[in-house]
Protein backbone atom coordinates (compact mmCIF):
# COMPACT_ATOMS: atom_id res chain seq x y z
CA UNK A 1 0.00 0.00 0.00
CA UNK A 2 1.24 3.55 -0.97
CA UNK A 3 2.98 4.96 2.03
CA UNK A 4 2.16 9.24 1.99
CA UNK A 5 4.39 11.84 3.66
CA UNK A 6 3.69 15.35 4.12
CA UNK A 7 5.46 18.44 4.50
CA UNK A 8 5.90 21.98 4.23
CA UNK A 9 4.27 23.27 7.22
CA UNK A 10 5.04 26.02 9.39
CA UNK A 11 4.02 29.11 10.52
CA UNK A 12 3.40 32.26 8.85
CA UNK A 13 1.75 35.24 9.33
CA UNK A 14 -1.86 35.77 7.99
CA UNK A 15 -1.83 36.68 4.05
CA UNK A 16 0.69 34.60 3.82
CA UNK A 17 1.57 31.26 1.69
CA UNK A 18 2.87 27.56 2.06
CA UNK A 19 3.09 24.99 -0.44
CA UNK A 20 2.27 21.49 1.11
CA UNK A 21 3.79 18.62 -0.07
CA UNK A 22 2.50 15.17 -0.04
CA UNK A 23 5.10 12.51 -1.41
CA UNK A 24 4.02 8.92 -1.94
CA UNK A 25 6.75 6.34 -1.71
CA UNK A 26 6.20 4.42 -4.94
CA UNK A 27 5.72 5.16 -8.56
CA UNK A 28 1.82 4.78 -8.10
CA UNK A 29 0.89 7.71 -6.78
CA UNK A 30 -1.02 8.37 -10.79
CA UNK A 31 -3.03 5.41 -9.48
CA UNK A 32 -4.85 7.41 -6.48
CA UNK A 33 -6.88 10.45 -6.41
CA UNK A 34 -5.31 12.67 -3.50
CA UNK A 35 -7.01 14.36 -1.14
CA UNK A 36 -6.34 16.99 1.48
CA UNK A 37 -7.83 17.17 4.76
CA UNK A 38 -7.39 19.17 8.13
CA UNK A 39 -8.01 19.05 11.84
CA UNK A 40 -7.78 22.03 13.99
CA UNK A 41 -7.61 21.79 18.14
CA UNK A 42 -11.13 20.73 19.56
CA UNK A 43 -12.75 19.73 15.58
CA UNK A 44 -13.17 17.06 13.73
CA UNK A 45 -11.09 16.38 10.29
CA UNK A 46 -12.91 18.43 7.17
CA UNK A 47 -12.16 17.58 3.45
CA UNK A 48 -10.47 20.50 1.88
CA UNK A 49 -9.15 19.91 -1.46
CA UNK A 50 -8.81 16.71 -3.67
CA UNK A 51 -7.34 15.84 -7.20
CA UNK A 52 -8.63 12.99 -9.30
CA UNK A 53 -6.73 10.89 -11.33
CA UNK A 54 -6.86 10.33 -14.84
CA UNK A 55 -8.38 13.61 -15.53
CA UNK A 56 -7.45 15.55 -12.54
CA UNK A 57 -10.46 16.78 -11.96
CA UNK A 58 -10.34 19.20 -8.55
CA UNK A 59 -12.75 19.91 -5.69
CA UNK A 60 -12.07 22.58 -2.93
CA UNK A 61 -13.73 23.22 0.31
CA UNK A 62 -15.90 26.74 -0.02
CA UNK A 63 -13.94 28.37 2.34
CA UNK A 64 -10.76 27.92 0.78
CA UNK A 65 -12.20 28.12 -2.86
CA UNK A 66 -9.70 31.10 -4.73
CA UNK A 67 -7.13 31.02 -2.23
CA UNK A 68 -5.98 27.29 -2.57
CA UNK A 69 -4.60 25.42 -5.80
CA UNK A 70 -3.88 21.61 -5.40
CA UNK A 71 -2.03 19.87 -8.27
CA UNK A 72 -0.27 17.01 -8.78
CA UNK A 73 3.11 15.96 -10.31
CA UNK A 74 3.16 12.26 -11.21
CA UNK A 75 6.86 12.28 -12.41
CA UNK A 76 7.64 13.20 -8.96
CA UNK A 77 5.38 11.03 -6.93
CA UNK A 78 3.58 14.37 -5.49
CA UNK A 79 0.86 16.25 -4.87
CA UNK A 80 0.86 20.14 -3.93
CA UNK A 81 -1.76 22.66 -2.48
CA UNK A 82 -0.67 25.58 -2.61
CA UNK A 83 -2.38 28.48 -0.06
CA UNK A 84 -2.20 31.75 -0.35
CA UNK A 85 -4.15 34.51 1.46
CA UNK A 86 -3.46 32.14 4.42
CA UNK A 87 -5.97 32.82 7.52
CA UNK A 88 -5.90 32.57 11.32
CA UNK A 89 -8.86 29.70 10.75
CA UNK A 90 -6.95 28.25 8.30
CA UNK A 91 -4.54 26.64 11.16
CA UNK A 92 -4.96 22.86 11.86
CA UNK A 93 -2.89 19.89 11.19
CA UNK A 94 -3.29 19.19 7.19
CA UNK A 95 -3.19 15.36 5.94
CA UNK A 96 -2.91 13.84 2.43
CA UNK A 97 -4.68 10.61 2.02
CA UNK A 98 -5.26 8.37 -0.99
CA UNK A 99 -8.57 7.43 -2.26
CA UNK A 100 -10.10 5.27 -5.62
CA UNK A 101 -11.98 8.53 -6.39
CA UNK A 102 -12.32 12.15 -4.57
CA UNK A 103 -15.35 11.41 -2.09
CA UNK A 104 -14.36 7.81 -1.24
CA UNK A 105 -12.99 6.54 1.68
CA UNK A 106 -9.53 6.89 2.36
CA UNK A 107 -7.34 4.14 1.54
CA UNK A 108 -3.95 5.51 3.65
CA UNK A 109 -2.84 8.91 5.70
CA UNK A 110 0.14 10.44 5.73
CA UNK A 111 1.11 11.48 9.68
CA UNK A 112 0.09 15.27 9.09
CA UNK A 113 1.99 18.45 9.00
CA UNK A 114 1.08 21.59 10.94
CA UNK A 115 -0.19 24.91 9.76
CA UNK A 116 -0.20 27.97 11.97
CA UNK A 117 -1.29 31.30 10.24
CA UNK A 118 -0.45 34.11 13.34
CA UNK A 119 0.87 37.88 13.70
Known amino acids: QVQLVESGGGLVQPGGSLRLSCAASESTLDHYAIGWFRQAPGEGREGVSCINRGDDSTYYLNSVKGRFTISRDNAKNTVYLQMNNLKPEDTAVYYC????????????WGQGTQVTVSS
Open 97 to 108: AAAIVCGHPSLQ
